[in-house]
């Protein structure tokens, strides 16, 4: 599997942006307060996903959704994610 693109379609300071990430090896890097954390957060939530069940989650939960909750629109966060997925050399069953 490879991480082709994220899109924070409302994460944290990104509202429409994308990041392309080549093929390889990415690097994100930039000065404090740039956004790496936040793209590597919207990479980790679009592609694990989160919690969606009954009830309060816990702190840690609690705190990833007030960390990148959208400066802007309605507090609700998006991310997608394209993955690619290598099955050359793999026999995939019937």
Same mark, same amino acid.
């Given at each position: 599997?490879?991480?082709?693109?994220?899109?924070?379609?409302?994460?944290?300071?990104?509202?429409?942006?994308?990041?392309?990430?080549?093929?390889?090896?990415?690097?994100?890097?930039?000065?404090?307060?740039?956004?790496?954390?936040?793209? #590597?957060? !919207?990479?980790?939530?679009?592609?694990?996903? /989160?919690?969606?069940?009954?009830? !309060?989650?816990?702190? /840690?939960?609690?705190?990833?959704?007030?960390? #990148?909750?959208?400066?802007?629109?309605?507090?609700?966060? !998006?991310?997608?994610?394209?993955?690619?997925?290598?099955?050359?050399?793999?026999?995939?069953?019937?």
């Amino acid at each position: 599997m490879r991480i082709e693109r994220v899109t924070a379609i409302a994460f944290g300071p990104f509202s429409g942006e994308s990041l392309e990430l080549a093929p390889g090896l990415t690097v994100i890097s930039g000065p404090n307060e740039a956004g790496k954390s936040s793209w #590597h957060a !919207a990479i980790r939530a679009g592609v694990c996903g /989160v919690r969606r069940g009954r009830g !309060a989650g816990t702190k /840690v939960e609690a705190a990833f959704e007030e960390r #990148h909750r959208p400066w802007d629109g309605d507090g609700r966060w !998006a991310v997608e994610v394209r993955l690619a997925l290598d099955v050359s050399g793999h026999r995939l069953a019937r």
